[in-house]
């Protein structure tokens, strides 16, 4: 015979998905954060406010400041950011493609310059780890609302002369009905 | 009972990983360069008036292969570069003759020519300086901000890069692993 739920597992299914929905809340807090961003002092662009291509603008987008937190060359302020536009925009005047550009600052900055990590290696883990989060909670969710309906379905556990009586108490009232 | 025990523990660490995240203060600007170990890339910068007799118009970093050298970048708009300049220089006097060159390269600061020149003139800079009007040096060297010294050896490689103003201890210290 299936066990009733008690009241305690009742409870429990709140705080479960307030864990999972921490996890998750965790999992997107990580995926914002820069994993490690500089500078000091950083000084506003100056002469470098040149209209870019929409292509070199792309490309910026996917490059971090070197001297912003959490921003990319395509939006920061930075002078160097400035720099870095316009040494991008020439690249590609230069005839180089998106990729050689990329990797010529990746080069220099590591992969630290990317704004995404690279989806090779250990970085995959940084990927993997939202989806997996919002798989596992997805199952859990399932777990869980099957769990309570098996347990709404269940007879009470009660000895067999008690639910007689109960079960006769209803029959009396559907009459009196 | 032990259920919940677990699902509060679990929720306590990851609500403490969470204020961590949010009261941790700024990130640490202490990336690792890449440039380290390597060779220092060439680059040629063209020198403030002062410096032309002696060095030419332009320094490039080839034409003194097998120096030991303090490659120095700063923006006139910096305030920490203003607090190391003198020490720069009094090294730079104390090591000229033992053979390390130093060089400074203003960058991040376009256009600045005249607050180049006051800012060399109140320090008195001997060694080399020039203007790096388009940051293309500085992304060289990836540079994160300024001021960030390089310390290269007699090989042409990089051994040191210090971010932030240079101190004594760091100048002793590297400057005589560069001399060896």
Redesign the interface.
């Known amino acids: 015979m299936t066990r009733a739920a008690t009241p ?1 597992a009742r409870r ?1 299914p709140p ?2 998905l ?2 999972l929905a ?2 998750l ?2 999992a997107g ?2 995926r914002a ?2 994993a ?8 506003p662009a ?3 406010d040149v209209e870019i291509s929409d292509r070199a603008y792309a490309i910026a987008r996917q490059l971090r400041c ?2 912003c ?1 959490a921003e990319s060359v395509a939006d920061s302020n ?3 950011a400035g ?2 536009r ?2 991008i925009q020439q690249q590609l005047d230069a005839g180089k493609s998106k990729e050689q550009i990329v990797s010529y ?1 990746r ?4 992969d ?1 310059i990317l704004l995404d990590p690279p989806k090779t290696g250990l970085h995959l883990v940084v990927w993997l780890l939202p989806l997996l989060a919002l798989l596992g909670g997805a199952a859990a969710l399932v777990l869980l609302v099957r769990r309570w309906r098996t347990a709404a379905e269940t007879t009470p556990d009660a000895p067999e002369e008690d639910l007689d009586r109960v079960r006769a108490a209803l029959r009396a009232r559907e009459d009196d009905a | ?1 032990r ?2 025990i677990v ?2 523990a ?2 306590a660490v ?2 403490g ?2 204020l961590y ?1 949010l009261f941790r203060g ?7 360069s ?2 380290i170990g390597k060779p220092a890339p060439q680059f040629t910068l063209p020198l403030y008036e002062r410096f032309q007799p002696k060095y030419g118009a332009s320094f490039s970093v080839d034409a003194h292969k097998g120096t030991p050298m303090v490659i120095n970048f700063w ?1 006139s ?4 570069c203003f607090d190391e300049a003198p020490l720069l220089e009094r090294y730079y006097r104390q090591y000229r003759d033992r053979g390390v060159l130093f060089v400074g390269v203003q960058t ?5 020519y005249d607050a180049g020149r006051q800012f060399i003139d109140r320090f008195g800079y001997t060694f080399p300086v020039g203007m790096d009007n ?3 040096i ?9 001021p960030e010294t390089y310390f290269v050896d007699r090989s042409g490689t990089v051994v040191y890069k210090q ?2 103003p240079v101190t004594p201890a760091v100048m002793d210290k590297e400057l005589e692993a560069i001399l060896r």
């Open positions: 305690a429990r705080l479960l307030t864990a921490a996890a809340l965790l807090a990580a954060q820069p490690a961003a500089p500078p000091a002092t950083t000084q100056a002469g470098s070197p001297v937190t930075a002078e160097i720099e870095m316009l040494l600052f080069q220099r900055y590591g630290w | 009972m259920r919940l699902v509060v679990v929720v990851l609500a990983l969470f995240g700024p990130p640490n600007r202490d990336v690792p890449n440039l923006a708009w910096c305030n920490p991040q600061d376009r256009g600045k388009d940051s293309s500085g992304v060289e060297y990836a540079l994160f901000g300024v971010v932030g």
